[in-house]
């Protein structure tokens, strides 16, 4: 349960900033068009490890807008420098691809402060209706980050309708060798 109320707690903490501004700047009408995007090298794909997985289906709605998901600290996760995650799952929803309004997330927080957020808005991928898409997130673990900071994967929903989840899955990606964090 521990996960589930940390990703409550951030996600309401995510759309209250998102939506009111910050110190005065001009915000886009859209904050979810300049999603960024991370790679992962092709050299590290094929030395994961699953550290989480939720085989259960789960329907997002607004009333459940966050899913399970990973919640872990970074001493429990012990990963080394130049390590990433990969988040994969399955996606269906019967609306138009255009009103599908969910995001993957990956993000890593200090004391409830987000110092690293990335989010694939899967309604910018176009995804169709009424059939499982697999959508995945690469995230690059970054460096200086204390045992006790907290790593989440989770998919936080904003539109109309329902939207399903099923096979979510996390892997750490590090290859062998390399130094750890801390």
């Given at each position: 349960m521990r996960w589930f109320f940390g990703g409550l707690a951030l996600g309401v903490f995510i759309v209250v900033n998102l939506f009111l501004g910050a110190g005065g700047q001009e915000r886009s009408s859209d904050p979810f068009e300049y999603a960024e995007q991370?790679?992962?090298p092709d050299s590290l794909q094929k030395f994961g490890k699953r550290i989480f997985i939720y085989n259960q289906p789960f329907t997002l709605s607004s009333e459940k807008p966050f899913s399970p998901g990973l919640y872990t600290t970074f001493r429990e996760l012990n990963p080394m420098a130049g390590a990433w995650l990969r988040t994969t799952a399955l996606v269906w929803?019967?609306?138009s691809p255009d009103s599908l309004a969910c995001s993957l997330v990956t993000t890593c927080n200090q004391q409830g402060t987000n110092y690293k957020y990335l989010y694939l808005p899967l309604e910018k991928s176009k995804l169709p209706s009424r059939q499982w898409s697999r959508v995945t997130l690469d995230y690059k673990i970054p460096r200086g980050a204390s045992p006790d900071d907290v790593i989440q994967a989770?998919?936080?929903?904003?539109?109309k309708g329902e939207m399903r989840v099923e096979e979510m899955e996390v892997f750490s990606?590090?290859?062998g060798g390399v130094a750890k964090i801390f």
């Open positions: 991370e790679r992962m929803h019967n609306g989770y998919f936080w929903f904003r539109g990606h590090q290859a």
